[in-house]
């Protein structure tokens, strides 16, 4: 009988990251990433989508092919498709990787989502494509006119029996948060949400699943967090603070994280105010520099936001920062800023701290 490492099953159960971070050339790529990511032990894939060359749909079917046991999460925009196509691709998906595939909803910048002709993502128009798709997993045929469209009969054709996806959601306020707690299985935090943000927002998802007549423990706290481990100086500086600032100078979208946190509100002021960011006339700043280029602009967070929102130092240290954001109630965390290739040390060190604690 092979005896588990201790940690091991914690870190599989509790840890998991993105594949093809950022802009992508290369997407075969993010099999290999996929891959090496089950090799060291992590638990879950997260596929982003971008229109290029990161398709989640076509990722995932690879990735499920590519590997045996790893969680699947593919991200989708629900206006872009119709939601019997949505529906179909996780039906599919749940039948190709053996029960392993998971669907996020993401919420665009609506001037993004205007550019493409698309209807923006409103919380109605998530809640219909929700329960249209969990009507098609359930076998119904589905007669539906309203905010998403007119569909006199739709019905999936052949049907998957096994587990239904889960259905997660990104959010970061109040009227988000809710939402997911409501509607959602499971609900993915923002980048740079403190312990103490986890906390608050755990309590308003579990408040609206029990409001729902819910079982609050039934939805699933899921974080996205910026981890550096051993990463140089000037390296750490643009996965860290570079990143941030493409958060934090949006209106609206950085006060959400900060107000969330119980952080200073005046320290965005101080980023915008920043001739980089000021003079973009509102275009987002990862549309007009690199990481790298916005480090000088980062340099204005005051270093309890880097403390507090992401996991910065050592392998050791970063397993020990990221225990806080298990302890305020995330029942999974998404390493996030160094890929799996570089993340060996870091899954070495989780699973000391994992089997510290008791998991």
Partial sequence: MTQIEPGAQAL?????????????????????????????????????????????????????????????????????????????????????????????FARAVPAYMKMM????????????????????????TVKYDGIMGNFPNLKLTDKYDGPLPPIIFTAI???SLEFAGSHCDGVLLHPFVSPQGVRNSVKIVRDSAE?????????????????????????????VRGRAITYFELPGFGDLIVEINEWDKSVLDQIRAHP????????PADQAYTRQ????????????????GAAVGTAAQCADQLMAYLDAG??????????????????????????????
């Fill in 117 to 140: 002709g698309a209807a923006p993502i409103t919380m109605d128009r998530l809640a219909d494509t929700i329960a249209i798709m969990k009507s098609l997993w359930a076998g119904e």
């Fill in 12 to 104: 599989f159960d509790k840890f998991g990251t993105y594949i093809l971070p950022g802009r992508v050339s290369d997407p075969r790529r993010g099999i290999e990433e996929a891959i090496e990511a089950e090799r060291i032990g992590l638990g879950c894939v997260w596929i982003s989508e971008r229109f290029a060359l990161k398709e989640p749909a076509v990722l995932a079917g690879a990735v499920s092919q590519a590997t045996s046991k790893i969680r699947i999460t593919g991200t989708f925009y629900a206006t872009m498709r119709h939601p019997i196509v949505t529906a179909s691709t996780a039906n599919l998906m749940q039948a190709m990787s053996g029960d392993r595939f998971r669907v996020m």
């Fill in 173 to 175: 306020g109040p009227k």
């Fill in 276 to 283: 980089k960011i000021a003079c973009l006339n509102g275009k």
């Fill in 211 to 239: 409001k729902a007549g819910r079982d609050p423990m039934s939805v699933r706290i899921y974080h996205n967090i910026i981890v550096a481990p051993d990463l140089p100086k000037d390296e750490e500086d643009a996965v």
């Fill in 293 to 308: 280029e916005l480090v000088d602009v980062g340099e204005l967070l005051p270093q309890q936001w880097i403390d507090e």
């Fill in 330 to 359: 995330a029942d999974e965390i998404l390493l996030h800023g160094a890929g799996p290739k570089d993340m060996g040390p870091l899954t070495t060190e989780l699973k000391r701290a994992l089997a510290a604690k008791g998991f």
